[in-house]
């Protein structure tokens, strides 16, 4: 009897069991088409922009020039290129006047905050694996737009943004959207990876990422890469073929990209996702920025987690904190980097 | 506007969003009918027991008594109650001869140890929340015994004994199972717990979970109790209606459970599960024991969490490790109460 791998996170105390007797293959995963409704009165589809609230940001198009701007209580604007409103839900919210942000007896707090959603197109079904590069350079600087934004706000620490597709995945409305949260506090995931790679800056040493990157790049979990960014499997990825997307050069946070990195990174995110959802029929996933937090975290290095929703976490994986994974890393980059390349001959 | 709530677990770095505003009532959760299918030649309905694994405990009653048996490769015992087989697809298996166990560079290591199922009854469709308390007591005995067994062998760690219920749950089959995993390493989530309730301890103060209930016991987060055992919301819960069990003796391990605790513990997962279920039509959810592990952890305070599943943990619970809970635990709470006090009247 083979035993199954246990595998430690490159940085976090998180075990996973990769499952090399129970392992599957790529087509043990291909989605049944899942005949998800088109919403008729999409809220996020053009002409019903008096549906949501008004638009914190909006990019339209002047004589082939992209300009930002709002709408007012009474007024929506049309004929936007990407459109970021608040979530009629918040789960975080700004405080009133004169209200700060405090931790009483450290367990409790008032969840002040943004909750916004980035509508990523006009087009309702519109995929970043198969969008137009300038369409996602723009959704991009949206993103980038909003993160500035929620930064200088004094009680603000951190910013996630986050994409989940489909209804499997946690999307709600099936018109294509991400969402960014403001947090008032540093969340677990992220400060642990924090402390990890202070620790390794502190001693001297290069950046953690940098070095996981550089090994990544030359082995058998690597996916793609072009001059700005490289996607791999990470070696202990706790779902299965989960991926993750990293710039080169040494940045803590993505409003530090270049014009030409910005253009790598919306490449990225097209051809690794468009590769996902050829190879798996379009499955559901979330993807999640790793930022640094507001303050001085030079020694973080920012990436994009994409983790496909292909099984079920239940009660082991809850009430323990560890994780099964049936693909194999190396198979789940192996499959990509194929997928990949045959999109490429194309 | 008013500000949601973000809380912090008793002793986990986890923090919650207490979604105050968006506020939902439990028939928002109520499940349809899922029309689940019943597997015709379910593989641990009785008479089928030749498609599974031979058991490695199996309950008969002889003359009134239980006895306790197991199959042999070409023999399987019929007429059982409950019955204990290897899980077919293993995500832990135990070593080969004068194989150990070792991490090595502290970032791998062999999976060994144990995946069992319990097969909870003979009938198909037994759930706890239903089933007779005799039975009940059956599965719990079960669970020690094999609890005991796996806990002797010199690589396991620990033991994790969960329960998934329905397929949007995590079980691939409907009959009425439980699981149990023997791991070699001590995993994330009771490590932080056992750091926490150790520190308490060693103050001179009392265990940490003793602490807990009392407080818990007496406030808007009490759900039920007999005089073994006592049920609560939990004060930062990242689960809608998620809800603890603990025995009121401060004890680490089920394994110190005498007779009238084994008794009151079932009657606790039949009124609570079944309250649970009455409420909202049948939920999935998860339950997974937490234990102490081999060693010396007389701090610990072992107890079961129930996490129902009624939201999706998507891109930001992902990436981050905060999570946003749409229900305030004082409200799963006073709901849960309530139906089991219309059960108990009737």
Known sequence: MIANELRKDYLL????????ERKR????????????????????????????????????TENGEIIKEKDSNGFRHKNWI???????????????????????????????GYHEVVIESPRHDEHPGKARISQLIHVINAYLDRLKFFEEKPY?????????????????????????????????????ELEA????????????FCKIIEKERNGPRF?????????????AGVNPFEFWIFPKRHESSPLEMNK????????????????????????????????????????Y????????????????????GMYINVIPPEDAAKSLREEMNSKLEK
């Open 13 to 20: 105390d998180r075990w996973v069991v990769i499952a090399t």
């Open 25 to 60: 293959r790529p087509t043990d995963f291909v989605q049944r088409p899942t005949g998800e409704i088109r919403h008729k009165d999409c809220p996020f589809c053009p002409g019903n922009e008096h549906m949501t609230p008004p638009a914190t940001l909006v990019y339209l």
């Open 82 to 112: 990407v459109r970021c409103i608040p979530n009629l839900y918040p789960a975080f919210s700004p405080p009133n006047k004169h209200e700060t942000f405090e931790i009483k007896e450290n367990r409790h707090a008032k969840a002040f």
């Open 156 to 192: 603000v620490k951190y910013v996630s943004i986050f994409r989940n597709h489909k209804r499997e995945g946690g999307a709600s409305l099936s018109h294509a959207h991400s969402q960014i949260i403001a947090t008032p506090i540093i969340p677990r995931i992220i400060k642990e």
């Open 197 to 208: 790679s202070r620790k390794g800056w502190e001693n001297g040493q290069k950046c953690v």
């Open 223 to 235: 996916i793609w890469e072009n001059s700005e960014f490289v996607a791999f499997a990470p070696w």
């Open 260 to 299: 030409d990195e910005i253009r790598g990174f919306a490449e990225a995110l097209r051809l690794c996702l468009g590769s996902l959802q050829s190879l798996l029929n379009d499955p559901p996933y979330n993807f999640g920025f790793h930022i640094a937090p507001v303050g001085d975290y030079k020694f």
């Open 301 to 320: 290095h920012w990436h994009v987690e994409v983790y496909p929703r292909l099984a079920i976490w239940a009660g082991f994986e809850k009430s323990t």
